[in-house]
Protein backbone atom coordinates (compact mmCIF):
# COMPACT_ATOMS: atom_id res chain seq x y z
CA UNK A 1 0.00 0.00 0.00
CA UNK A 2 1.20 3.53 -0.15
CA UNK A 3 0.06 6.09 1.12
CA UNK A 4 0.04 10.07 -0.01
CA UNK A 5 0.39 13.15 2.24
CA UNK A 6 -0.43 16.77 0.65
CA UNK A 7 -0.35 20.20 2.65
CA UNK A 8 0.91 23.80 1.90
CA UNK A 9 -2.87 24.55 -0.56
CA UNK A 10 -4.45 27.70 1.05
CA UNK A 11 -6.02 30.73 -0.38
CA UNK A 12 -3.27 33.36 -2.52
CA UNK A 13 -3.51 37.02 -4.37
CA UNK A 14 -2.77 36.91 -7.87
CA UNK A 15 0.53 37.31 -8.58
CA UNK A 16 1.62 35.19 -5.35
CA UNK A 17 2.93 31.87 -4.98
CA UNK A 18 2.84 29.29 -2.72
CA UNK A 19 4.53 26.03 -2.35
CA UNK A 20 2.78 22.17 -2.19
CA UNK A 21 4.49 19.39 -0.77
CA UNK A 22 3.75 15.69 -1.06
CA UNK A 23 5.01 13.28 1.05
CA UNK A 24 4.87 9.48 -0.06
CA UNK A 25 5.50 6.37 2.66
CA UNK A 26 4.88 2.41 1.98
CA UNK A 27 6.20 0.61 -0.92
CA UNK A 28 7.13 3.04 -3.88
CA UNK A 29 10.30 2.28 -4.47
CA UNK A 30 9.23 0.42 -8.06
CA UNK A 31 7.99 3.96 -9.18
CA UNK A 32 9.95 6.16 -11.75
CA UNK A 33 8.40 9.21 -10.95
CA UNK A 34 5.67 11.52 -9.46
CA UNK A 35 3.51 14.40 -10.69
CA UNK A 36 0.92 16.89 -9.55
CA UNK A 37 -2.60 17.02 -11.24
CA UNK A 38 -5.03 19.38 -10.57
CA UNK A 39 -9.05 19.77 -10.68
CA UNK A 40 -10.43 23.23 -11.65
CA UNK A 41 -14.25 23.57 -10.69
CA UNK A 42 -16.47 21.91 -14.01
CA UNK A 43 -13.06 20.18 -15.62
CA UNK A 44 -11.62 17.09 -15.82
CA UNK A 45 -8.35 16.59 -13.58
CA UNK A 46 -4.96 17.14 -15.88
CA UNK A 47 -1.80 16.57 -15.70
CA UNK A 48 0.47 20.03 -14.23
CA UNK A 49 4.09 18.61 -13.38
CA UNK A 50 6.25 15.63 -12.90
CA UNK A 51 9.72 14.43 -12.02
CA UNK A 52 11.69 11.34 -12.21
CA UNK A 53 13.39 9.93 -9.09
CA UNK A 54 16.48 8.95 -10.62
CA UNK A 55 17.91 12.11 -12.70
CA UNK A 56 16.22 15.72 -12.58
CA UNK A 57 13.84 15.32 -15.34
CA UNK A 58 11.05 17.01 -15.29
CA UNK A 59 8.09 18.00 -17.13
CA UNK A 60 5.28 20.34 -17.22
CA UNK A 61 1.79 21.48 -18.97
CA UNK A 62 1.98 24.35 -21.15
CA UNK A 63 -0.27 26.22 -19.13
CA UNK A 64 2.15 26.40 -15.76
CA UNK A 65 5.48 26.10 -17.74
CA UNK A 66 8.03 29.16 -16.81
CA UNK A 67 5.57 29.61 -13.64
CA UNK A 68 5.64 26.45 -11.45
CA UNK A 69 8.20 25.02 -10.38
CA UNK A 70 8.50 20.85 -9.18
CA UNK A 71 11.21 19.47 -7.12
CA UNK A 72 11.73 16.09 -4.88
CA UNK A 73 13.92 15.30 -1.59
CA UNK A 74 15.04 11.56 -2.27
CA UNK A 75 15.56 11.45 1.69
CA UNK A 76 12.64 12.78 2.77
CA UNK A 77 10.41 10.64 -0.42
CA UNK A 78 8.50 13.89 -0.36
CA UNK A 79 7.86 16.00 -4.10
CA UNK A 80 7.59 20.14 -3.94
CA UNK A 81 5.56 22.53 -6.31
CA UNK A 82 6.25 25.96 -6.09
CA UNK A 83 3.68 27.79 -7.62
CA UNK A 84 4.74 31.90 -8.39
CA UNK A 85 2.53 34.10 -10.55
CA UNK A 86 -0.45 32.28 -9.66
CA UNK A 87 -3.42 33.39 -11.67
CA UNK A 88 -7.03 33.13 -10.96
CA UNK A 89 -7.46 30.35 -13.60
CA UNK A 90 -5.07 28.61 -11.34
CA UNK A 91 -7.88 27.84 -8.78
CA UNK A 92 -7.84 23.95 -8.50
CA UNK A 93 -7.46 20.72 -6.28
CA UNK A 94 -4.27 20.06 -6.90
CA UNK A 95 -3.83 16.48 -6.63
CA UNK A 96 0.04 14.13 -5.43
CA UNK A 97 0.08 10.89 -7.88
CA UNK A 98 2.60 8.13 -7.86
CA UNK A 99 2.77 5.38 -10.32
CA UNK A 100 3.74 1.81 -8.86
CA UNK A 101 1.29 -1.26 -9.36
CA UNK A 102 -1.64 1.14 -10.19
CA UNK A 103 -1.90 5.00 -9.89
CA UNK A 104 -1.90 6.33 -6.22
CA UNK A 105 -3.67 9.49 -5.39
CA UNK A 106 -3.45 12.02 -2.20
CA UNK A 107 -6.54 12.99 -1.11
CA UNK A 108 -5.98 16.80 -2.34
CA UNK A 109 -5.43 20.08 -1.20
CA UNK A 110 -7.32 23.10 -2.75
CA UNK A 111 -5.73 26.21 -3.84
CA UNK A 112 -7.47 29.57 -4.53
CA UNK A 113 -6.24 32.47 -6.18
CA UNK A 114 -8.24 35.59 -5.57
CA UNK A 115 -7.92 38.38 -7.83
Request: glycine share 10%; net charge positive; aromatic share 12%.
Amino acid sequence: QVQLVESGGGLVQAGGSLRLSCAASGRTFSSYAMGWFRQAPGKEREFVAAIKWTGSRTYYADSVKGRFTISRDNAKNTIYLQMNSLRPEDTAVYYCNIKVDRDYWGQGTQVTVSS
